[in-house]
């Protein structure tokens, strides 16, 4: 089974950025729409961002103008840049497919937004 792991989160003070990496075992562009995800300390996941295969994307409503999504099929990768960061911001971000996850959800990558 193909398998999606993340990386590139941190600590960063608010306006501060990261880019954050998902990595496929497996060709990434066999997946229709990859999507970003975070769930923050007690609530539930969320859909951050997805891409299409013809690279059409979506944002949900409070990341947009600072958050962006982009793949690169040759690396087997998606990337999700993340600018302006917010404390809102903070949480675990995960990558999988959209609309219903394909691959078992991996350890995620956590994202802190302090001063």
């Known amino acids: 089974q193909v398998q999606l792991v993340e990386s590139g989160g941190g600590l960063v003070q608010p306006g501060g950025s990261l880019r954050l990496s998902c990595v496929s075992s497996g060709s990434i562009s066999s997946f229709y729409v990859v999507g970003w995800y975070r769930q923050a300390p007690g609530k539930q996941r969320e859909l951050v961002a997805s891409i299409g295969r013809g690279d059409n994307t979506n944002y949900r409503d409070s990341v947009k103008g600072r958050f962006t999504i982009s793949r690169d099929n040759a690396k087997n990768t998606v990337y999700l840049q993340l600018n302006m960061l917010k404390p809102e911001d903070t949480a675990v971000y995960y990558c999988?497919?959209?609309?219903?996850?394909?691959?078992?959800w991996g350890q995620g990558t956590q994202v802190t937004v302090s001063s």
């Open positions: 999988n497919t959209f609309p219903l996850p394909q691959t078992n």
